[in-house]
């Protein structure tokens, strides 16, 4: 069964250093996605990627975050400059089309820990 | 006033049980309703997804909609202890795109 895959699983980094994580969504699907949960809270959407573009942002999704599609399968999160509160896991998701409403796959996730 | 509300739990249900979630929501036009399972350390697992009033059914799960009260619930029948874990509500709001606001999620204990 087709799943989004995410790596690296576990990434530990400075405040203030600039990390990517990288997802692969499932090959058919259409629509990305990037939300987060830091520990013990509840699962909170970042921005969502459609044609080679930002659909939406939330709040969180400033101008330290970034986004990317570098090649046909992969799909990146950048975090310019970490701080401390971006320790969290992070989580790809995908669907397969773009028409509201649809189902999101999420990936294992990305834990980030910022020292 | 929160997006999407949870009870925290915990939940415990004895094995063989019915377990009973449930979920509600601030905005009255949202149209589509999700319940994702996790497990501790895990990412988000779909169950199953609801749009119309009423009830669907996929195997041992119920989800129960209505919309006039807000109030999106999931029913485990003959619960296992492979069942322990946390439940997720998530809505898809109209106008913001296909972005989802999740519930805090509830805990739930399946006890042998």
């Known amino acids: 069964e087709p799943e989004v895959t995410q790596t690296p699983s576990h990434q530990v980094t400075q405040m203030g250093q600039e990390v990517i994580l990288r997802c692969v969504p499932i090959?058919?699907?259409?629509?990305f996605y990037w939300y987060r949960q830091i520990l013990g809270q509840k699962v909170e959407f970042l921005v969502s990627?459609?044609?080679?573009?930002?659909?939406?942002k939330s709040e969180i999704f400033d101008d330290q975050f970034s986004v990317e599609r570098p090649d046909g399968s992969n799909f990146t999160l950048k975090i310019r400059s970490t701080k401390l509160e971006d320790s969290a896991m992070y989580f790809c998701?995908?669907?397969?089309?773009?028409?509201?409403?649809?189902?999101?796959?999420f990936g294992p996730g990305t834990r980030l820990t910022v020292l | 006033q929160k997006e999407v509300e949870q009870n925290s739990g915990p939940l415990s249900v004895p094995e063989g049980a019915i377990a009973s979630l449930n979920c509600t929501y601030s905005?009255?036009?949202?149209?589509?309703f999700f319940w994702y399972r996790q497990y501790s350390g895990k990412s988000p697992e779909l169950i199953m997804f609801?749009?119309?009033?009423g009830d669907k059914e996929d195997g041992r799960f119920t989800a129960q909609l209505n919309k006039a009260s807000q109030y999106v619930s999931l029913l485990i029948r003959d619960s296992q202890p492979s069942d322990s874990a946390t439940y997720l509500c998530?809505?898809?709001?109209?106008?913001?795109?296909?972005?989802?606001?999740f519930g805090t999620g509830t805990s739930l204990t399946v006890i042998p």
């Open positions: 998701a995908s669907s397969e089309i773009p028409e509201y409403p649809d189902t999101q796959y």
């Open positions: 090959s058919n699907h259409l629509y």
């Open positions: 990627f459609y044609n080679n573009e930002i659909s939406e």
């Open positions: 905005d009255r036009g949202s149209q589509s």
């Open positions: 609801i749009y119309s009033n």
């Open positions: 998530a809505v898809n709001k109209p106008h913001t795109g296909n972005q989802f606001y």
